[in-house]
């Protein structure tokens, strides 16, 4: 019970703090509707009026055809993004490759091991080695 208290009185704290800070009446949102001003500078750039968006967007509808710059850019992003599939698929078939070579050699190699052990095992000393004991015709 004592954590529960001591967090509600921590709140209670930060609350305090902040109602008497003046830092808090300064990032209130103003309450008057009737000062709306005009945007300055870089926002001019940014926002445009609602008759000018309404133009915009009645100009450009879905069936209206792209410009010619707007479909050689989406030309190359997909061209971009097929380049970009091609580079994953040939670094992953590559990756695959390379693990099935070299399981492929570890597995040669575990034969390997395992017939050299087991002709050393059965090697009874009185004929040579097996690999050497082949007749010439």
Known sequence: MSW???TLLALVAVLVA?????????AAVPSSKG???EPQGSMKRIFMKEADAATFFRKRS???SKSQDEINAEQ????????RMREFNEEKRTRQENFAEEEDDE???KSRESTEQWRE???DGMHPPQEYNRQSI
Not at 18 to 26: G, I, K, N, Y
């Open 4 to 6: 529960t208290y001591a």
């Open 76 to 83: 190359r992003q997909i061209l971009a993004a097929d380049e």
């Open 107 to 109: 597995q040669n190699e």
């Open 35 to 37: 000062s709306v001003k």
């Open 18 to 26: 902040l109602s008497l800070s003046p830092e808090a009446d300064s």
């Open 62 to 64: 879905r069936r209206a």
């Open 121 to 123: 095992f059965h090697y």
